[in-house]
């Protein structure tokens, strides 16, 4: 009995040791083991940079279609969504008085060129008078001067002869006055023609009706809109973007357009103006970004976005944006030599949309770089012990 109840306290002393060796082996390869790191390499890739920004569609040149005169619009001929030419009908207003006044002025018109034909016929019978009375003066005189009449005989033909001079004078003066009545009539008819142009309103230029602002029986007054007309050739996303995302952002730039309508078509296009003030609060500048080609359809207002290109490399040493961090105030990436972590500061270039990142020097390009979590790279220290994942 007493050899059997050794060998039991011998076999529990055994398992006891053999499973606290269980235990210290268990401790060293899970919480004692150093941590398991994933690693990639240097790669060759070609690499194109992008800026983001977000907008909406706006049109450079939007002008309202309005009235020069007040009137009610008796019928309309275009609607939004139209493309119209410039010259094209668009509407037409009552006219109905124009039009008598273009009549009153054009009668004005007759009235006053009878009167100038009128003037000008007193004022040649004037200087028919004036021509005959010197005559008769200058003869009387050379007759008084001989004694063969009186002398106040040829004073009153001296004074007729005064008299026919003064009635030339008014009746030269009485002409200019026809004419100027004349041409004031003419122009008073031009302004009445005018007016009545006016009440049919027709597009000034080229463009796409973008809102009908009144209806057939309103009353328009002069400068109000009726329509308001954009210039499809010349429409663009007014995007903004950030201001840390600037370098490189300059006119000429291509991007890609994508509208809120469509989100799965980008459309080509070119950055054509960059804002000279950005946004205070949120610290953002307009950039407007053309359309290559007008859209087929599009709306003002709309949602867009845009990615504008600001640099393209071909076959540059890259990596995984995620694999870059900070290690006492300096920029790099960890690798892995002879199983610990070793900080290597580097020099980025551009950085894609894939969050792949240009190197410019700071690798040699054949060491494996650590691929780290954020969890891990807040406690990676130099010269840290790592298992590479396989």
């Known amino acids: 009995?007493?050899?059997?109840?050794?060998?039991?306290?011998?076999?529990?002393?055994?398992?006891?040791?053999?499973?606290?060796?269980?235990?210290?082996?268990?401790?060293?390869?899970?919480?004692?083991?150093?941590?398991?790191?994933?690693?990639?390499?240097?790669?060759?890739?070609?690499?194109?940079?992008?800026?983001?920004?977000?907008?909406?569609?706006?049109?450079?040149?939007v002008v309202g279609v309005s009235s020069k005169v007040t009137g009610r619009i008796v019928s309309l001929h275009a609607d939004q969504g139209d493309r119209v030419r410039r010259g094209q009908i668009l509407a037409r207003?009552?006219?109905?008085?124009?039009?008598?006044?273009?009549?009153?002025?054009?009668?004005?018109?007759?009235r006053a060129a009878a009167g100038q034909s009128l003037e000008a016929a007193t004022l040649?019978?004037?200087?028919?008078?004036?021509?005959?009375?010197?005559?008769?003066?200058?003869?009387?005189?050379?007759?008084?001067?001989?004694?063969?009449?009186?002398?106040?005989?040829?004073?009153?033909?001296?004074?007729?002869?005064?008299?026919?001079?003064?009635?030339?004078?008014?009746?030269?003066?009485?002409?200019?006055?026809a004419r100027m009545e004349s041409a004031a009539g003419r122009a008073a008819r031009g302004v009445a023609r005018s007016r009545l142009d006016d009440t049919v309103i027709r597009a000034p230029r080229d463009g796409i009706i973008v809102s009908r602002d009144l209806e057939k029986g309103a009353v328009v007054s002069p400068g109000q809109s009726i329509f308001t007309l954009a210039d499809p050739a010349v429409v663009w996303v007014r995007a903004h973007v950030d201001e840390s995302q600037l370098a490189g952002v300059a006119v000429g730039r291509e991007a890609a357009i994508s509208l809120r309508s469509a989100p799965e078509r980008a459309m080509q296009g070119r950055v054509a103006r960059?804002?000279?003030?950005?946004?205070?609060?949120?610290?953002?500048?307009a950039?407007?970004?053309?359309?290559?080609?007008?859209?087929?359809?599009?709306?003002?207002?709309?949602?867009?976005?845009?990615?504008?290109?600001?640099g393209t490399k071909r076959g540059v040493p890259s990596?995984?944006?995620?694999?870059?961090?900070?290690?006492?105030?300096?920029?790099?990436?960890?690798t892995v030599s002879e199983g610990r972590l070793?900080?290597?500061?580097?020099?980025?270039?551009?950085?894609?949309?894939q969050g792949v990142t240009e190197i410019l020097s700071g690798l040699a390009g054949a060491e494996p770089v650590v691929l780290p979590t954020p969890t891990q790279a807040k406690k990676f220290r130099d010269g840290m012990k790592v298992r590479v994942s396989p």
């Open 124 to 177: 040649a019978k004037a200087r028919a008078n004036l021509e005959l009375a010197e005559r008769n003066a200058a003869r009387y005189r050379n007759l008084a001067d001989r004694n063969l009449v009186s002398r106040q005989e040829a004073e009153q033909h001296e004074t007729a002869w005064r008299l026919a001079r003064e009635e030339e004078a008014r009746s030269s003066a009485a002409l200019e006055a």
């Open 93 to 110: 207003l009552e006219s109905d008085e124009y039009a008598a006044q273009l009549g009153q002025a054009e009668a004005g018109v007759s």
């Open 274 to 285: 960059v804002g000279m003030e950005s946004d205070r609060v949120t610290e953002e500048l």
């Open 287 to 310: 950039v407007d970004v053309a359309f290559a080609a007008p859209p087929p359809a599009f709306r003002l207002g709309e949602q867009s976005d845009v990615l504008i290109t600001v």
């Open 342 to 353: 070793r900080f290597k500061p580097v020099q980025v270039g551009i950085e894609d949309r």
């Open 319 to 334: 990596l995984p944006a995620a694999a870059l961090t900070s290690h006492g105030g300096k920029h790099g990436v960890w």
């Open 1 to 61: 009995m007493t050899l059997i109840h050794t060998l039991r306290r011998h076999k529990t002393a055994l398992v006891r040791t053999a499973l606290l060796a269980a235990l210290v082996v268990l401790v060293k390869a899970t919480i004692l083991a150093p941590p398991k790191v994933t690693t990639v390499r240097v790669e060759r890739r070609d690499l194109t940079a992008r800026v983001y920004g977000n907008g909406t569609v706006e049109a450079k040149e």
